[in-house]
């Protein structure tokens, strides 16, 4: 089985846009299936938009970005009980099996294999398009 290469992930990409555009009602779809619970209509391709109410009013305490973790564990500590004696270091470690920050057999934390390869100049205006709240909340970059 072959693995996912960069030209299928632009051609889904662009595939998933055509589909499901900028605020078309079904934009949600860009990014994830669906849950059965997309009764709000302003859901959109944004994980942003699924934290708000329909006016964009944040309807969480706090949020956890997965790449800011490390820095934001003292903060999960405080508030979740069961994690208040179990420092980060041991968090990090789980899930370190076999095939742990790999695809198709490659590392990818190694400079070789970077996601930003999968992007050009299309798709990444796609998914800028698409993710722009994320992007701008979250201070992602490609």
């Known amino acids: 089985m072959r693995g996912l290469t960069p030209e299928d992930f632009r051609a889904w990409v662009h595939a998933l846009h055509e589909t499901y555009p900028p605020g078309s009602e079904k934009e949600y779809l860009f990014s994830t299936f669906a849950h059965g619970n997309e009764v709000h209509p302003h859901f959109r391709a944004s994980q942003y938009s699924w934290l708000t109410d329909e006016h964009g009013k944040l309807i969480v305490n706090d949020v956890f970005v997965l790449e800011r973790l490390e820095g934001q564990w003292p903060t999960l500590q405080r508030n979740i009980c069961g994690l208040s004696a179990v420092p980060y270091s041991t968090h990090a470690l789980r899930g370190r099996g076999m095939n742990a920050g790999r695809i198709g057999g490659k590392n990818l934390s190694s400079e070789s294999y970077a996601y930003r390869s999968f ?24």
């Not at 993710?131 to 490609?142: T, W």
Request: no cysteine; proline share 0%.
């Open 119 to 142: 992007y050009d100049n299309a798709t990444m205006h796609i998914v800028g398009e698409h993710m722009r709240e994320d992007i701008n909340r979250f201070g992602y970059v490609f």
